[in-house]
C-alpha cells in the first residue's frame, strides 16, 4: 500500500538554525497538509497546500514558516529561525481529495529537537 | 472554531472487553476522523464519517450530527488494540486541517 514518508525520522538543530523538514506524498494526491504535535499535547494544524498554494494555514504557522512543493514528489516544510518551543513531532499528510471527502494519510514523523 | 473533547482520557481493560470512547463537537461538520496513534508516534487513519456508521473489522464508529456526537466501539479488545485513538473533525470539505481531540490513552491488558 503506498505511504507518505517522511525524513529524517529525528533532527536535533541548535536554536536560531534553520531546518527543512521534507515529506514524499502519495503520488496521486493532490491535497497536502502540515500537523504538529507537542510531546504530551494534542496534534496541531499547521498548513494545507493544494494546487500549488497554501490554501489554509493556522496562527501557529507565522513568518518563520514555509512550505514547498519544489518537484512533483516532495512537500517541504522550513522553519527560519528555530526556537526551543519548535521542539515537536512534526507529521506531513496527504489525501486525494480534500479532508471532508477522503481519510488523510500520515506519515510516520520528524521528531524535532531543537537545543 | 470548533472544540473537540474526548472520554475518557484513559481506559485499562481486560482482553475481550467491549470498549468505547466518546467524541463531542461544539461547531457543525463535514466530516468526523477516528485516528489510531502507536507508541512510536505513527498515525494511521482508521474511519471517516459524515453520517451513521461504518464498521471495520472489530472497530465500529458511529455519529450522530444533531447531537454533535460520535462514539468508537472495540468489540472483543485485544492487547494488540492498545494505543491512542484520537478524534479530529474538519468543517469543510477542501484543503480544510483537521481540529484533533486530546486522544483517548487506551490499555488492553491480557
Known amino acids: 500500500e503506498p505511504e507518505v514518508t517522511q525524513t529524517p525520522s529525528h533532527q536535533v538543530t541548535q536554536m536560531g538554525q534553520e531546518v527543512i523538514l521534507r515529506c514524499v506524498p502519495i503520488?496521486?494526491?493532490?491535497?497536502f497538509y502540515w500537523y504538529r504535535q507537542i510531546l504530551g499535547q494534542k496534534v496541531e494544524f499547521l498548513v494545507s497546500?493544494?494546487?500549488?498554494?497554501?490554501?489554509?494555514k493556522s496562527e501557529i504557522f507565522d513568518d518563520q514558516f514555509s512550505v514547498e512543493r519544489p518537484d512533483g514528489s516532495n512537500f517541504t516544510l522550513k522553519i527560519r529561525s528555530t526556537k526551543l518551543e519548535d521542539s515537536a513531532m512534526y507529521f506531513c499528510?496527504?489525501?486525494?481529495?480534500?479532508?471532508?471527502?477522503?481519510?488523510?494519510?500520515f506519515g510516520d514523523g520528524t521528531r524535532l529537537s531543537i537545543l | 472554531k470548533n472544540e473537540v473533547e474526548q472520554s475518557p482520557q484513559n481506559l485499562t481493560a481486560q482482553e475481550g472487553e467491549f470498549i468505547t470512547i466518546n467524541c463531542s463537537y461544539s461547531?457543525?461538520?463535514?466530516?468526523l476522523h477516528w485516528l489510531q496513534q502507536h507508541p512510536g508516534g505513527g498515525i494511521v487513519s482508521l474511519f471517516m464519517?459524515?453520517?451513521g456508521k461504518k464498521k471495520h473489522g472489530r472497530l465500529i464508529a458511529t455519529i450522530n450530527i444533531q447531537e454533535k456526537h460520535s462514539s468508537l466501539h472495540i468489540t472483543a479488545s485485544h492487547p494488540r488494540d492498545s494505543a491512542v485513538y484520537i478524534c479530529?473533525?474538519?468543517?469543510?470539505?477542501?484543503?480544510?486541517?483537521?481540529?484533533f481531540g486530546k486522544g483517548t490513552h487506551l490499555i488492553i491488558q491480557p
Open positions: 464519517l459524515s453520517s
Open positions: 479530529a473533525v474538519t468543517g469543510g470539505g477542501g484543503a480544510d486541517g483537521l481540529t
Open positions: 499528510a496527504s489525501s486525494d481529495r480534500g479532508s471532508g471527502n477522503q481519510p488523510q494519510h
Open positions: 497546500f493544494y494546487n500549488n498554494e497554501i490554501s489554509e
Open positions: 461547531v457543525g461538520i463535514s466530516a
Open positions: 503520488s496521486n494526491h493532490l491535497y
